[in-house]
T-cell receptor, first 112, second 114 residues
């Protein structure tokens, strides 16, 4: 079963605009990660945020985590056509042997 | 190698045949994971290894699916008596040590069962 649920399912914006995607999950987590998948290609790790962190930045990416609401958001600033991809959040539970549970993803289309 | 590699990249087989999918993780990575991804969905966990030990196989859908990693490096996912519903992208990932570290994914094997 998939724990993470991304919202929206699809997002269409113009180059230069910001894109915000949200992820909600159900059970306690240890980490939350965001991945990107371009059409027909593999999954690329973007950023990992730990449960004791609230915000993290990496280049044009900003991730927030609110464990009280069991939600995270991924903000891509100044989007580019190359950002067109599906974005997935993945969570792992606090137990040592837990593995990643992915959501269904948000499909982002950035038009030039 | 530079990243996780998988072979074959595409596999077309007839229903009832067995298939073996191979994963070569990043050198030195202790943990190796198998996922299955249906079109329009996120990856779903199948099984994972630390070294050669299979730590969790709870995601394997039934006993036609098995995986091994005999020397703690390359892994093989085997599907026996394939069925059409097994058609999907099968993805392998590895991490330095443990699932709570960043997982690096391979390009996947696209399996089509006719």
């Amino acid at each position: 079963s998939q724990q993470g649920e991304e919202d929206p399912q699809a997002l269409s914006i113009q180059e230069g605009e910001n894109a915000t995607m949200n992820c909600s999950y159900k059970t306690s987590i240890n980490n939350l990660q965001w991945y990107r998948q371009n059409s027909g290609r593999g999954l690329v790790h973007l950023i990992l945020i730990r449960s004791n962190e609230r915000e993290k930045h990496s280049g044009r990416l900003r991730v927030t985590l609110d464990t009280s609401k069991k939600s995270s958001s991924l903000l891509i600033t100044a989007s580019r056509a190359a950002d067109t991809a599906s974005y997935f959040c993945a969570t792992d539970a606090p137990s040592g042997y837990s593995t990643l549970t992915f959501g269904k993803g948000t499909m982002l289309l950035v038009s030039p | 190698g530079a990243g996780v590699s998988q072979s074959p990249r595409y596999k077309v087989t007839k229903r009832g045949q067995d298939v073996a999918l191979r994963c070569d993780p990043i050198s030195g990575h202790v943990s190796l994971y198998w996922y299955r991804q249906a079109l329009g969905q996120g990856p779903e966990f199948l099984t994972y290894f630390n070294y050669e030990a299979q730590q969790d196989k709870s995601g394997l859908p039934n006993d036609r699916f098995s995986a091994e990693r005999p020397e703690g490096s390359i892994s093989t996912l085997t599907i026996q008596r394939t069925e059409q519903r097994d058609s999907a992208m099968y993805r392998c990932a590895s991490s330095r040590k443990g699932p709570q570290e960043t997982q690096y994914f391979g390009p996947g094997t696209r399996l089509l069962v006719l």
